[in-house]
Antibody, heavy 122, light 110 residues
Framework: EVQLVESGGGLVQPGRSLRLSCAASGFTFDDYAIHWVRQRPGKGLEWVSG????????ASADSVKGRFTISRDNAKNALYLQMNSLTVDDTAFYFC???????????????WGQGTMVTVSP | QSALTQPRSVSGSPGQSVTISCSGTSNDIGFSNYVSWYQQHPGKAPKVMIYDVTKRPSGVPDRFSGSKSGNTASLTISGLQADDEADYYC??????????FGPGTKVTVL
């Protein structure tokens, strides 16, 4: 079964850091670009960051640039999101999602995890 | 604020058809063939319904169809069913970022 499973969410104070993980199974992980997408409570989807199959290309939304870092370990079939200097605006459900493409061309997110909740609060 | 524009809500009776529009610019929908649509039920992860403007993934009913004209893409749901009640998001490849999402449209089955 093709699957993505996120972990690492939780309650954190503003200014602190958190690292999310996404474990992949059921497909050839290093054949595809992978992305993080977040959804604030009651709001819409927001693309956060993406990484190409071989980590050669990465991109992040302006809202997280300089604070969040995406990475992947193809040997472990794992994706990560290091989140630093968190603010209350970062409170959201964070999904990892697989693209059909190897590169960051934004084709389609065809497999999604169930998400992990990050709550930033004093 | 989303770069793409969608109606906040649409509704229809069972069996009817509804169409959701997604308006962008020549920097996203207008120049990209990578337009996709996602369905999200409350508390669930999004699910792709349409990709590459018109293609349906395996398992998605042919009641769902996509199209594009100029800077506007559309998702049509024919033969509306109760389970189609959900939020729908359009997405396009953008000049600056791989994915740009619309704000979402709530589909209500009357």
């Amino acid at each position: 079964e093709v699957q993505l499973v996120e972990s690492g969410g939780g309650l954190v104070q503003p200014g602190r850091s958190l690292r999310l993980s996404c474990a992949a199974s059921g497909f050839t992980f290093d054949d595809y670009a992978i992305h993080w997408v977040r959804q604030r409570p009651g709001k819409g989807l927001e693309w956060v960051s993406g990484i190409s199959w071989n980590s050669a290309s990465v991109a992040s939304a302006d809202s997280v640039k300089g604070r969040f870092t995406i990475s992947r370990d193809n040997a472990k079939n794992a994706l990560y999101l290091q989140m630093n200097s968190l603010t209350v605006d970062d409170t959201a459900f964070y999904f990892c999602a697989k693209d059909r493409s190897q590169q960051l061309v934004g084709r389609v997110l065809d497999v999604w995890g169930q998400g992990t909740m990050v709550t930033v609060s004093p | 604020q989303s770069a793409l524009t969608q109606p906040r809500s649409v509704s229809g009776s069972p069996g009817q058809s509804v169409t959701i529009s997604c308006s962008g610019t020549s920097n996203d929908i207008g120049f990209s063939n990578y337009v996709s649509w996602y369905q999200q039920h409350p508390g669930k992860a999004p699910k792709v319904m349409i990709y590459d403007v018109t293609k349906r993934p395996s398992g998605v009913p042919d009641r769902f169809s996509g199209s594009k004209s100029g800077n506007t893409a559309s998702l049509t749901i024919s033969g509306l069913q109760a389970d189609d009640e959900a939020d729908y998001y359009c997405s396009s490849y953008g000049n600056t970022f791989p994915f740009v999402f619309g704000p979402g449209t709530k589909v209500t089955v009357l």
